[in-house]
């Protein structure tokens, strides 16, 4: 077995955007496997099971509203109710201590310190703290993390919400599905498949001699929304994006990206940490005039490649074609797959197979990735056999 170098563009993503990928890719679930540890057994991951921060920062520290809370964000892991007791703050005006409560919000990673009494309109306070990591965690987190931050207290309170309203841009991707049955190839060209990493499977094959005849279409939605209030009390708003129906994601802003292998209906509500109080905007529906473009999609092969084609029969897995059992190549109907996408998404409109050189080009993402976030594209290979017929 001989292989040939080509380049190649490695496409790695985020594990929120794999997670969506593995919905309409069943191929890819393996390799989309949430967390190293499923995917791996007997991985150990010192810090699996704890609840910790590895930082924490006011938000709204510059103006809060007079009626307002402070909203305080950082990176972190477990749940954040949990780890509330590890966190001592203390905020004081001219020295003084005020009392009041921190609170987890419905924001991973999102606290809010609502004072007992309400804040005094123009005034300045002081915040000062730590958090006190579990000592399990001390190879994922500092051991001691501190908080600290001058408060400027607006002179008036928080406006009312309004509705959110949003509009989104739109971008289609054909990806190819990459298995030993959707390639046809050259006579003579034996394809092959194997494991690769933590239970991945890697298709190997060559672009001058195979062709998928398979695709899968999706698009993706970046929702850019107009806040549902202005000023401080801005910056102590939670949005929720609700996608047919189904809680899709949570920010501090209005912006969402959702993947999707079929048309959707979609939504944002607003709520005021403060007072609780929610709005919920206008619904706006996408997909529908790309819909023939979205699910399983037929490839021609014979658009690339001039030979005569043909399909052959596995030997197991990991597999490679058997050459004495080949049958002509003759078009089908697609693989049927998962269609629905309503999963959590991830930011890219990047086109799949934009270059043909790299739609056969098989690459592994580089040392320090995830083993779980397997390149989309990058699963595919190149070894170039040949066999007598």
């Known amino acids: 077995m001989t292989a040939r170098g080509r380049r190649c563009n490695v496409l790695v993503m985020d594990t929120d955007k794999l997670a969506a990928l593995a919905l309409a890719f ?3 679930a393996a390799a989309a496997a949430p967390g190293v540890a499923q995917a791996c057994p007997g991985y ?3 810090c699996q099971g704890y609840s910790f ?10 103006k809060i509203p007079s009626d307002g809370v402070l909203v305080l964000q950082g990176n972190s892991a477990g749940d954040n109710a949990v780890s509330l007791p590890s966190i001592e703050l203390t905020v ?16 991973h990673g999102v606290l809010a310190w609502r004072p007992a009494e309400p804040w005094e309109p123009g005034a300045t306070y002081a915040l000062t703290g730590d958090i006190t990591n579990p000592p399990a965690t001390e190879f994922c987190a500092p051991a001691m993390v501190p908080v600290e931050a001058t408060l400027h207290i607006d002179t008036a309170p928080g406006a009312e919400l309004g509705g959110v309203d949003f509009t989104g841009e739109t971008a289609v991707q054909i990806t190819p599905q990459l298995t030993l049955e959707t390639l046809a190839c050259c006579e003579g060209a034996t394809p092959t498949s194997g494991y690769y990493g933590c239970g991945g499977l890697e298709v190997f094959w060559d672009p001058e001699e ?7 279409g999706s ?21 929720v994006l609700q996608v047919d129906d189904n809680f899709h994601s949570v920010s501090l802003t209005p912006d969402f990206n959702v993947f999707s292998g079929a048309p959707f209906c979609a939504v944002i509500e607003a709520t005021d940490l403060a007072s609780g109080a929610t709005t919920v905007g206008q619904k706006h529906c996408f997909g529908e005039a790309v819909a023939d473009q979205l699910g399983p999609q037929m490839l021609d092969p014979k658009q690339k490649l001039e030979c005569a084609l043909e399909q052959c029969a596995n030997d197991g897995v990991p597999a490679m074609w058997d050459p004495m059992q080949c049958t002509p190549y003759e078009p089908s109907a697609p693989t049927t797959s998962d269609s629905d996408g309503g999963a959590s998404g991830g930011p890219d409109t990047d086109s799949a197979g934009a270059n043909d050189d790299d739609k056969g080009c098989g690459c592994r993402t580089g040392p320090g990735g995830d083993a779980g976030l397997l390149a989309l594209v ?3 290979g190149l070894v170039r056999r040949r066999r007598r017929r």
């Open 92 to 107: 004081t005006k001219d020295g003084q201590p005020s009392a009041g409560a921190l609170e987890a919000t419905s924001m």
């Open 44 to 46: 150990y991951e010192p």
């Open 53 to 62: 921060w590895q930082d924490l920062t006011a938000v709204n520290a510059a």
């Open 210 to 216: 195979c062709a998928p005849t398979q695709a899968y």
């Open 26 to 28: 069943p191929i890819l």
């Open 378 to 380: 990058g699963l595919v």
């Open 219 to 239: 698009f993706s939605v970046q929702i850019t929304g107009e806040p549902a209030a202005t000023g401080p009390v801005a910056a102590q708003i939670v949005y």
